[in-house]
């Protein structure tokens, strides 16, 4: 009876969920029009929108570009920071050495939308206005996506119908929210990283790996997700290897790894080498070619981020950066102390990389250690066939001391479930490494939107709210989103700068 009821309540959650999701745009929708009623922007100068720099012959029967009227300036004035960027590549194309910053995914969706679904919009509001309603379309409903496949990830990681929820209605309502609402890649990297991480602990491995291309055709962080594929692989070929003794199958594993995470990061290395063939082919001089194009690895992106952007090791470091930092603390602060909480509870699986694992844990339905759906479904039968008669065998007594054995060793064992189960380790090592390149490398201020997206941020969140030891946290959580909200809009907004 519990059983039949779980899926419903499951689906009852999620269409809650879903409602969560809708309400946090709508506010992030009236309080950005609330807070353009009340002041003027920082900077005005988006609106404008010079021709491109490879201009086209334009047909004379073609539909305007720009259409004077009040919803067509209003959403045009709505533009800010880099959204400027976006709708400008989709517009013409990567013109410039530093719109190759801007990956290419939103810019294709942006334009998907503008010439099919909202193309009979055109002559009434302007070609510009069309794509930046394509835009908050765009990342609007990759926002709602993105929280589903996070709570339906969050079940099967913390096998908690109740925590999975509060972690999603948490990252709803998120402090770095505005930006989801914004066209900007948050919400897609969001959608495709969180929606690749479902499909992996699905055991859809392969649609797991064109959603973790995806996302790394949102943004260059992306390839990080390769470390999910990495990790799978790492225990699945240690079973087969040294504890199954199948050479054969662990040689299968790795090359299937070593090609999956491949597949993973083409998609941005094929984008560099785009930009490499613009930029740098067909200069014979060396005073024509730019810096990085003469390196040994031409790397555009990183020349970007260095050049334009400042961007480097210790390189933000700087006593005038304070006010940056401190903007950053909440984030990077919730992101260690979810970090060394899981450490604390669970050292043995820094120590060992996941290895000492309880094999209830590694058997569990997350499949990121079992090699289960790995191996042929009639040697999955013959062995458990085979243990079942074994057991079948064993006289009633010595069953009923393995039981009451097996029964204390779950006992003594680490918590199998929720935040601390060994299943939420490499989702805590990724977020350890994305915590130490905002803080290291990035502009610090950027933490705030740039570990958004770390489903463990949400779940210690969640352990933390229902927590009676820690009820004082949940209210300062909350606290801190909803500054962050009120802050975000206000600031984002009108131009100035926020994160």
């Given at each position: 009876m519990a059983k039949a009821m779980e899926p419903s309540s499951k689906s009852r959650k999620e269409s809650i969920l879903i409602k969560y999701a809708v309400v946090s745009r709508l506010l992030v929708l009236f309080l950005t029009i609330l807070w353009r009623s009340f002041l003027q922007p920082y900077d005005t100068s988006a609106a404008l929108n010079p021709p491109c720099l490879h201009h086209r012959d334009v047909p004379e029967d073609s539909p305007p570009l720009l259409v004077a009227n009040p919803l067509s300036k209003t959403l045009e004035n709505s533009v800010v920071w880099d959204s400027v960027y976006f709708l400008r590549i989709t517009e013409c194309g990567y013109e410039y050495e530093q719109t190759y910053a801007f990956l290419p995914l939103l810019p294709f969706f942006i334009s998907l939308l503008s010439r099919t679904v909202f193309a009979p919009l055109v002559p009434l509001i302007g070609l510009r206005a069309v794509m930046v309603l394509s835009g908050y379309v765009v990342t609007n409903l990759a926002f709602v996506l993105a929280a589903i496949y996070l709570?339906?990830?969050?079940?099967?990681?913390?096998?908690?119908?109740?925590?999975?929820?509060?972690?999603?209605?948490?990252?709803?309502?998120?402090?770095?929210?505005?930006?989801?609402?914004?066209?900007?890649?948050?919400?897609?990297?969001?959608?495709?990283?969180?929606?690749?991480?479902?499909?992996?602990?699905?055991?859809?491995?392969?649609?797991?790996?064109?959603?973790?291309?995806?996302?790394?055709?949102?943004?260059?962080?992306?390839?990080?997700?390769?470390?999910?594929?990495?990790?799978?692989?790492?225990?699945?070929?240690?079973?087969?290897?040294?504890?199954?003794?199948?050479v054969c199958v662990s040689v299968q594993v790795l090359v299937t790894g070593f090609i999956r995470c491949v597949c993973i990061c083409l998609p941005f290395v094929a984008f560099q080498a785009y930009g490499y063939y613009n930029i740098c082919h067909g200069h014979k001089l060396d005073d024509e070619l730019r810096p990085w194009c003469k390196a040994k690895v031409p790397l555009l992106y990183n020349f970007i981020q260095s050049h334009y952007w400042g961007v480097g090791f210790l390189r933000?470091?700087?006593?005038?950066?304070?006010?940056?930092?401190?903007?950053?603390?909440?984030?990077?602060?919730?992101?260690?102390?979810?970090?060394?909480?899981?450490?604390?509870?669970?050292?043995?699986?820094?120590?060992?990389?996941?290895?000492?694992?309880?094999?209830?844990?590694?058997?569990?339905?997350?499949?990121?250690?079992?090699?289960?759906?790995?191996?042929?479904?009639?040697?999955?039968?013959?062995?458990?066939?085979?243990?079942?008669?074994?057991?079948?065998?064993?006289?009633?007594?010595?069953?009923?001391?393995?039981?009451?054995?097996?029964?204390?060793?779950?006992?003594?064992?680490?918590?199998?479930?929720?935040?601390?189960?060994?299943?939420?380790?490499?989702?805590?090592?990724?977020?350890?490494?994305?915590?130490?390149?905002?803080?290291?490398?990035?502009?610090?201020?950027?933490?705030?939107r740039f570990l958004s997206a770390s489903p463990p941020l949400y779940w210690f969140a969640s352990h933390l709210i229902s927590s009676p030891k820690h009820s004082k946290w949940g209210y300062l959580m909350w606290s801190y989103c909803a500054a962050y909200i009120l802050l975000g809009s206000l600031l984002f907004s009108n131009f100035y700068p926020f994160t």
């Open positions: 709570f339906r990830a969050s079940v099967i990681i913390l096998k908690d119908t109740e925590a999975s929820f509060r972690a999603s209605v948490i990252f709803c309502f998120n402090p770095a929210t505005i930006f989801y609402s914004s066209i900007y890649s948050e919400s897609l990297y969001a959608l495709f990283s969180i929606g690749g991480v479902y499909h992996l602990l699905s055991g859809a491995s392969n649609v797991a790996v064109l959603w973790f291309a995806l996302s790394g055709c949102a943004r260059s962080n992306g390839i990080l997700n390769a470390g999910y594929i990495c990790f799978q692989t790492m225990h699945r070929a240690y079973e087969a290897f040294y504890l199954k003794r199948r933000y470091f700087q006593f005038k950066q304070l006010p940056n930092f401190l903007l950053a603390s909440p984030i990077l602060s919730l992101a260690v102390c979810s970090i060394v909480s899981y450490m604390k509870t669970r050292p043995e699986l820094f120590t060992s990389l996941g290895f000492q694992a309880t094999e209830k844990e590694k058997s569990s339905s997350a499949r990121l250690y079992s090699l289960k759906d790995v191996l042929e479904p009639d040697v999955i039968t013959s062995s458990n066939e085979g243990s079942r008669d074994i057991r079948q065998r064993k006289p009633s007594r010595k069953k009923d001391v393995t039981v009451t054995n097996n029964a204390a060793e779950k006992s003594n064992s680490p918590e199998a479930s929720g935040y601390f189960s060994a299943d939420v380790f490499p989702f805590v090592v990724h977020l350890g490494l994305m915590a130490a390149t905002a803080f290291f490398i990035m502009h610090v201020q950027v933490a705030t």
